[in-house]
């Protein structure tokens, strides 16, 4: 079988696809209140135009793929997708990023289409926090969103948390107590600077050591074998029957073991999320280009991949690294996270 090897002997076998940039929330570190300009409907891919590009990708390599967004529960009809992509039989894992707004109702027909696991993006428990933070969303969906995707065998349910002093950092030990009585993986994400919002700032920032360091207090965290698709490192809580990720892209980032590239719901490919390059797909597409066009947009975005992004705290300082990153960019709903 063929692997792709970037210019730093990195395998990329994982892409993570957006299919819409919408949203029925607006996290209040993620979006602006009034969201963000919408991409034009006829520049966004259609399912079969992704199909086609991850055909090529997946005989060159690509083993895993990931739906995200915005919100790609939005988008009509994703269990669409999910079919066209699990006819591709290079790809042996297909997960999908959600609120989990509207996954109970979609849950079935996703496993039923083949889609084997869902990520669910909770940052509190408290409903009333939970709607502050997300700008009106319902905890109780969520919730419900999460049994129904057990129920159906979109396991193991991982759950990604960004804790962000003052507002929700209070909830780190509930979070992971969650992990002791349930199957769930709990992710700690730390918190990114986007100029998609303003509210990033290194008072607000809980590095994993401390967030680790909170958990610890918890119990013995012992590491966990599982078997890993990202940048987590995953323990457990001695007993529990869950597992906890740490997931450290500023404080301590994990370029070196970077094993993906992001697609962007109107076709551009970006190797690294912390870089404005992109490789944009769609003319090929449409001005009826062969496979070997595709093939060679995806070699050369593997290509280009950064050896790694500079946006490194222990380097740069805290005030440089906020300043890097205002005024640059996609927002993080645009790029899918
Ligand atoms: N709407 C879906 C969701 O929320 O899961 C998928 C897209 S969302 C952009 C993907 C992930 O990006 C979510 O887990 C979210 O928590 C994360 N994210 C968004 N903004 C972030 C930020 N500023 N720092 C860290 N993670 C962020
Ligand atoms: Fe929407 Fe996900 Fe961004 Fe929240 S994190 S605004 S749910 S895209």
Known sequence: MSSLRDGFHRTID??????TDKCNLRCIYCMPSGGVVPIEYKEILRYEEIARILKVAAKIGVRRVRITGGEPLVRKDIAHLVHLIKQIPEIRDLSLTTNGILLEQHAEELAGAGLNRVNVSLDSLSAEKYTEITRGGNLDAVLRGIQA????GLVPVKINMVP???????????FAKLTLN??????FIEFMPFDSQDLWSPE????????RSRVGNLGTL?????????PAHYFRLEGAQGVIGFISPLSNHFC????????????????????ETEIDLKPALRQNMSDDEIHRLIILSVKVK?????????????????KFRKGSGRPMSKIGG
């Open 164 to 174: 962000i002093r003052g507002i929700n950092d209070s909830e780190i030990e509930a």
């Open 204 to 211: 607000r920032f809980v590095a994993v050591d401390e967030i």
């Open 256 to 275: 070196g073991e970077c094993n993906r590239l992001r697609m962007t719901a109107d076709g551009k490919l970006r190797p690294c999320l912390f870089s």
């Open 222 to 230: 012992v590491p966990a074998p599982v078997r890993k698709s990202g």
């Open 149 to 152: 995707a057990e129920k159906v």
């Open 182 to 187: 349930t199957s769930y993986q709990i992710r």
């Open 306 to 322: 950064p050896e790694g992004h500079n946006i490194s705290m222990r380097q740069a300082g805290m005030e440089n690294l906020f």
């Open 14 to 19: 994982y892409l993570r696809i957006s299919v």
